[in-house]
Nanobody
Framework: VQLQASGGGFVHPGESLRLTCAVSGSIRTFTDMSWYRQAPGKEREWVARIYGGGTTNYADSVKGRFTISRDYSKRTVYLQMNSLKPEDTAVYYC?????????WGQGTQVTVSS
């Protein structure tokens, strides 16, 4: 399976972006799909997850500002990011898990700066 992340860019604090993770095959069979991010000089960190049944989880740092969702027909997972802060600046990655197998997409850069 191949994952293609897109939608990153440069925004000012308080603005919004929507990231897209397009998957080469059906997303119905994944155990869960997640977004991670990695800021310069820092380790990659988990941001949000959506399980097969639809349950979602968020890191405390983005709770209330970010929303993960999916569209089966488009084989796509989204990350809506509102009220962006400079500390959200990072390369964002999507990840799909099917059983014991994890697949990663390439990253998309998000820069939040005044």
């Amino acid at each position: 399976v191949q994952l293609q992340a897109s939608g990153g860019g440069f925004v000012h604090p308080g603005e919004s972006l929507r990231l897209t993770c397009a998957v080469s095959g059906s997303i119905r069979t994944f155990t869960d799909m997640s977004w991670y991010r990695q800021a310069p000089g820092k380790e990659r960190e988990w941001v949000a997850r959506i399980y097969g049944g639809g349950t979602t989880n968020y890191a405390d740092s983005v709770k209330g500002r970010f929303t993960i969702s999916r569209d089966y027909s488009k084989r796509t997972v989204y990350l809506q990011m509102n009220s962006l802060k400079p500390e959200d600046t990072a390369v964002y990655y999507c990840k799909a898990v099917r059983g014991s197998i994890s697949s990663w997409g390439q990253g998309t850069q998000v820069t939040v700066s005044s």
